[in-house]
C-alpha cells in the first residue's frame, strides 16, 4: 500500500470514527469503489500536517462546504473533526457568520444550522 492510500485510509479513519480496516468497505458502500479508491488517494494528499496544520485544512474545508451549499452531509462529520483537530466552537460559529457575507446568507445560515446541530449532537454523545 502506497503512503498516500495509507494516509488517506488514517484520514478517513478518524473523519468517520472508524477503524483503519473498515474505511474500505464503509467508502464503497457510500459512493462505489472506484470513487473510493478516488477519495481515499485524494485525501491522502490533501490531509497532512504540513505549512496548513489539520486545524486550519479543517476550517477550510467546513468553509468550502457551507459556500458550496448542498452539502449537509459531507459537513457533519467535518464538525467534530474541526474540534479533534483544536478548532473551537466558537471559531465554528464565527467561521459560518463571516461566510455570510462571502457566500449569502440562506448558505451561511444552513452552515451555521448544521454546526450548532452537530455541536449539540456531540454534547449528548459526551454526557
Do not use: K
Not at 45 to 56: H, P, S
Not at 58 to 68: D, G, V
Amino acid at each position: 500500500m502506497t503512503d498516500r492510500r495509507q494516509r488517506g485510509i488514517a484520514a478517513y479513519a478518524s473523519q468517520f470514527d472508524i477503524p483503519e480496516d473498515a474505511v474500505w468497505d464503509h467508502m464503497c458502500a457510500l459512493v462505489g469503489e472506484r470513487m473510493a479508491e478516488e477519495a481515499i488517494m485524494t485525501a491522502g494528499a490533501a490531509w497532512v500536517d504540513d505549512c496548513l496544520t489539520l486545524r486550519d485544512r479543517s476550517l477550510i474545508t467546513i468553509a468550502a462546504l457551507i459556500a458550496q451549499g448542498g452539502m449537509e452531509a459531507r459537513l457533519r462529520p467535518h464538525v467534530r473533526w474541526a474540534l479533534e483537530h483544536g478548532a473551537t466552537r466558537d471559531e465554528l460559529e464565527a467561521l459560518a457568520t463571516l461566510l455570510a457575507g462571502y457566500a449569502g446568507v440562506p448558505r451561511a445560515s444552513v452552515g451555521i444550522e448544521l454546526i450548532r446541530d452537530e455541536l449539540a449532537r456531540i454534547d449528548v454523545d459526551n454526557d
